[in-house]
């Protein structure tokens, strides 16, 4: 007699229900124009409509950037698209050295990787400097990708509460093996910078290696864009740069910087590299013409800096609670998730598009609307943003 037929993913199904229940059934929204400060989308009842993007990482209006795609597009006639092979097999151009050199050029480091992404980056960066025996510690709101890194080392993993570097020299005291130290530069959620300068401060008593996550920051922060490390001065105490492509640069990707013998073991070990197809070489083309655009135009990240110190003091004048941002990244605290997503449909409806942040992101009852800013919003976008935000407060009280 056969079992009695059940969906074999009942459990799924469930599992499903239950965030539906919530309200925490997630779906993309679909978007039909290419990334800029405005973008189409197509809502839930297949109407599209043009909102004025505040959700994006494209913080240097880089992703359509004309001569970005021209040079990702001309790679592609000459190279094709597919890179064949991974890395080490053949799947290295001329193009992706070239986005090495370019990357250890800017980041002013002896040499750089490239990865398919930020989130291989991490695994590579971490599993390459921590195993079995050895101690990572992180931050409490690292970003997930380094959480993952970290356990995936073997590792022993040690977590402090963010920002509370006594706490983690606590924990340096205690650790035993080779110690890796985690942190975001600019944490991705509350918009605030980590505490690089007293970190660094530790290496005086404490032996460890510190990996910097400078995701949301390459680009945008420092005389030259080299993230919070440089913009705070401690750049050279940084043992090693990650960061991704794929935000103010615009493209796709993640990197490695940092010492050659770093970055060599990490060509011959990191399993990240080994062991997936090398990102296409247009992807690498992507990255040398947003540098050179990073380099020549630093009115771009300044008028970034201006916008959201400007948006952030409106905000604060009026009374938002917008958490201890210092970035272009700004929550807009709402409380239950409810609240949050009837506030994100309310901005929709005057074109406004900042999307509801909520758990599991984010803890219970700290669902937040969470704006980025580009450099190219313009003053009248942010008032509107503003207005809007004052309108949806006093509907939902
Ligand atoms: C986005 C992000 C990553 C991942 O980068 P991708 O290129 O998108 O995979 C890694 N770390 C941090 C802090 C990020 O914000």
């Known amino acids: 007699m ?24 997630r779906r993309p929204l679909e978007v039909t124009s290419p990334q800029g400060p405005r973008l189409g989308v197509r809502d839930a009842d297949g109407r599209r409509l043009e909102l004025v993007n505040f959700c994006s990482n494209n913080y240097l209006n880089l992703a359509a950037d004309p001569r970005v795609t021209a040079a990702a597009a001309k790679a592609i006639e000459r190279w094709g698209f597919g890179s064949g092979a991974s890395r080490l097999i053949s799947g290295t151009t001329s193009l992706h050295r070239q986005a090495e050199a370019a990357l250890a050029e800017f980041l002013g480091t002896d040499d750089a990787i490239l990865l398919s992404t930020g989130y291989m980056t991490n695994l590579a960066a971490v599993t390459g400097l921590a195993g079995a025996g050895d101690t990572v510690i992180l931050d409490k709101l690292c970003h997930a990708s380094l959480i993952d890194a970290a356990r995936q080392s073997g590792a022993r993993v040690r977590v402090y509460p963010h920002g509370d570097v006594d706490r983690l020299d606590a924990l340096l005291a205690k650790a035993t093996g080779r110690c890796v130290v985690l942190t975001d530069s600019l944490f991705s959620m509350d918009g605030d910078f980590a505490p690089l300068a007293a970190i660094v401060a530790l290496k ?68 990240p590299f080994i062991y997936s197809t090398a990102p296409p070489a247009a992807a690498a083309a992507a990255v040398v013409a947003a540098l050179k655009i990073v380099r020549g135009e630093p009115q771009r990240r300044m008028r970034l800096v201006e916008l959201a110190a400007s948006l952030r003091e409106r905000l604060a004048d009026a009374g938002w609670d917008i958490r201890p941002s210092e970035s272009h990244i700004i929550p807009i605290a709402w409380g239950e998730a409810d609240r949050a997503v009837a506030a994100q449909r309310l901005l929709i409806a005057q074109g406004l598009l900042a999307v509801a942040i909520r758990p599991p992101t984010v803890p219970r009852g700290a669902s937040r609307l969470r704006v980025s800013l580009m450099c190219d919003h313009s003053a009248d976008d942010l008032a509107a943003l503003a207005e809007a935000l004052e309108a949806a407060r006093e509907q939902l009280g």
């Open 2 to 25: 056969s079992l009695p037929q059940t969906s074999r993913f009942d459990f799924l199904a469930r599992r499903l229900d239950e965030l539906a229940d919530a309200g925490l059934l």
């Open 204 to 271: 005086d008593r404490r032996r460890f290696t510190l990996i910097v996550d400078e995701a949301h920051a390459v680009g945008v922060f420092g005389p030259t864009g080299r993230g919070v490390g440089e913009l705070l001065g401690v750049a050279d105490a940084i043992d090693v740069t990650v960061g991704t492509c794929s935000k103010a640069l615009g493209g796709a990707g993640g990197f490695v910087a940092g010492d050659r013998v770093l970055i060599d073991a990490l060509r011959n070990t990191a399993r």
